[in-house]
Structures are given as C-alpha cells and as structure tokens.
C-alpha cells in the first residue's frame, strides 16, 4: 500500500450554541466549576481537539453513510475501533486540533474581559425522588466564537473512494447534529465555515 496524494484541508467551526467539551475539573479545586471545558493550559483559551471532530464524524459517518456490513469506508477513513484488527493500513483522515482565530481572541476579550474566554452557565439538576434541585455551574465556549483548523487527507493506490468528499459529507453531518456534550440540550451547534482543500 503506497500513499499516491495528500490533500491539505483547512477550516473554521463558527459556535453557533455555546459550545462545551470538557477538561479537567481537578484545576478548579473546590467551589468552582463543575464542568469546566478543555483549554490549551499555555495560554487558557479554549480548543477544540481533532479527537472530538472526529468522533463526532465517525459515528455519523458510520450511521448514515456507510451502512456496509463491514463498514469498509469507514474503518478506512478513520481507523479500526480499538478492540478491532487493523486491515485497512493507515488511517486515511488526520485530524488537528482547533485554535481560536485571533479575531475571536479579541472578540471574547472584549466583551468578557482580559484573559477570559469562556461563559459559565448556571443550571439546576432535579433530583425526581427527592423533589430537589440541586445548580451546577457548566464552563461553555460563547456562541459567536470562531475556531480554526485543518485536517490531513491521504490516499492510497489502493483506494477508489474520495475521502475529500467523504470530509466535507461528514462537516455537514455535524452542521446539522451537535458538537461536545449536552448537544440534545442545546449546546454545541456549530457550522463549519470557509472550507479550502490543497493539494500538498
């Protein structure tokens, strides 16, 4: 199996909803947050990691698109699950990580203040046996924010498939589901934005 061509992809995720994928609680002691969101710790501004784009896209990939037995297409672009044996060779979409655009930088510092980036959005969970509510506090990344990234596409002179196409499929899958976690609640609608594909 040979690598024939490589394609770089870039992108931006524009938050729609605010946006919440989660990070470390243990960096808020007691009486903080309860669920903060994952941010780069160099500079504490909010990221998006590859991992969630795409486990996002290879779950609606998987459902939608590729409804073969063995899901070829699938185990192709993304890899095997964990438990299963690698016979597809490498994984033929790489995902980055996403930063925030430096106009979003200034944005959210704006309207927030120095160094903050992110909103906390008070909630109440109902205990239904006990008849009680008790609040938590969920760290979100604001609707409005902007993010940029980039994946790595890689075909192979086995391959008949697009997986070009395959990824810009999946960006829209997940404009129209939700990214990060509470999505059935609101958060994490996202569109993604200003796609460009070279080849490299």
Do not use: W
Request: charge should be neutral.
């Amino acid at each position: 199996m040979k690598i024939t061509n490589r394609f770089l992809v870039k992108y931006n995720i524009v938050v729609k909803t605010g946006l919440h994928i989660g990070g470390n609680k243990e960096a808020y002691g007691i009486g903080g947050i309860d669920s903060p969101v994952i941010k780069n710790p160099m500079t504490n501004e909010p990221i998006i990691p590859g991992s969630s784009v795409k486990g996002k896209m290879r779950m609606l990939i998987k459902h939608v698109v590729d409804d073969g037995k063995e899901q070829m297409i699938t185990k192709k672009a993304f890899g095997p699950e964990p438990a299963e044996k690698d016979t597809y060779g490498i994984s033929r979409i790489i995902f980055r990580d996403l930063f925030l655009t430096q106009k979003s930088k200034e944005e959210l510092q704006k309207h927030l203040g120095k160094n903050f980036f992110t909103e906390i959005k008070a909630e109440n969970k109902i205990d239904n046996v006990k008849i009680s509510a008790n609040p938590r506090f969920i760290e979100r990344v604001p609707a409005g924010a902007e993010f940029e990234g980039e994946c790595i596409v890689q075909k192979t002179d086995d391959d008949t498939e697009d997986f070009v196409e395959l990824l810009k499929t999946g960006f829209e899958l997940i404009n129209n589901s939700a990214l990060g976690g509470s999505g059935s609640r609101g958060y994490g609608k996202v569109e993604i934005t200003n796609v460009k594909v070279e080849e490299i």
